[in-house]
């Protein structure tokens, strides 16, 4: 069994946590990971990776992502959401509609996010959150991440309701801070639903007490079709092999950018990338026999 499901998963539970679910369900015989955590105060879709297809893992987090969030304003958290300590309150002062639409126009595009202190992010090896945890000082630098669209879905009294598609490497709870800052009162992260990756949404996962084996094997989304946004290349094992030892393949004609390199046969799978009419090998996926 190899590829990847959708699932839906619940407020409350880690990313991790579906993976143990998945193993008390179906046995530890499968290797499983997930593409890109989902904090346990959201809900929503959660790619679960399946053997080989946990290779993959690093292609898929680059699909853009939508969410729907509430922000809470009036108050900041040491971790950017609700879960966490308030460290300031202030009033909310009153938003006209317009002035809500350019504050959330202003996060549109190639923006400067800092990441809040509570996340995985690694510094000299360790994870932000756990130096956070021990009282340490933590310093994040920001980083550049793309906001490809806001939508005010609703407000009222200290509540903003958004949709958002947002790139890799894009947090919520950062955006939930930002917006309450530029409003003068602090923001916070009250509620957080992914609804959609690349172009599955919702409404095609799986609900975590669907998870059987039965259920999994049915729903299971082959490797290369998970791929849908790669071009193919189909070749004959001799241009497998030379890409694997390293050579470079010329390949006028196509454009660049990653490719699902296949065997005429469809026993191997490997990624590609190509630069100036030459295809090389990025990684392989899988060689049956």
């Keep these: 069994m190899r ?4 699932v839906n998963k619940e407020v409350g539970l880690s990313s991790y946590d579906l993976i143990r ?9 499968y290797k499983i990971g997930h593409a890109g955590t989902l904090d346990p105060i959201a809900n929503g879709v959660v790619i679960l990776l399946f053997n080989e297809a946990t290779k993959i893992s690093k292609f898929l987090m680059d699909y853009k992502k939508e969410y729907l969030g509430v922000i809470k304003l009036g108050i900041q ?10 460290i300031e309150k202030k009033k ?4 006209k509609k317009e002035e809500i639409l350019e504050i959330l126009k202003s996060f549109v595009g190639r923006i400067e996010q800092t990441p809040p202190i509570y996340s995985a992010i690694k510094i000299n090896g360790e994870p932000s959150y756990l130096k956070a945890r021990k009282k340490e000082e933590v310093i994040l630098k920001k980083r550049f991440v793309d906001c490809y669209q806001i939508e005010l879905v609703d407000y009222f009294r200290n509540v903003i309701l958004i949709k958002a598609v947002v790139g890799k490497g894009f947090y919520l709870r ?10 003068g009162c602090g923001g916070t992260l009250a509620g957080l639903k992914r609804i959609k990756i690349g172009k599955w ?9 669907e998870l059987s084996e039965e259920n999994i094997k049915k729903k299971l989304i082959p490797i290369k079709d998970a791929l849908y946004q790669f ?4 070749c004959d094992r001799k241009v497998i092999n030379d890409l694997k030892n390293g050579k470079e393949i010329f390949s006028p004609g196509s454009e660049d950018g990653y490719y699902k390199i296949i065997s005429k046969d469809e026993k191997v799978l490997l990624i590609g990338e190509k ?11 899988y060689e049956d026999n």
Excluded: H, M, S
């Design 92 to 95: 909310v002062p009153r938003l």
């Design 201 to 209: 949404q919702i409404e095609d996962c799986l609900k975590i007490w």
């Design 21 to 29: 679910i998945v193993k008390n369900r179906i046995g530890n015989n």
């Design 77 to 86: 958290t040491d971790t950017d959401d609700i879960t966490g300590k308030v």
């Design 231 to 234: 071009k193919e290349y189909y």
């Design 3 to 6: 590829g990847i499901i959708l």
């Design 275 to 285: 630069k100036n009419n030459y295809l090389k090998l990025v990684r392989v996926i």
């Design 174 to 183: 950062a955006l939930a801070r930002d917006i309450g800052f530029k409003i």
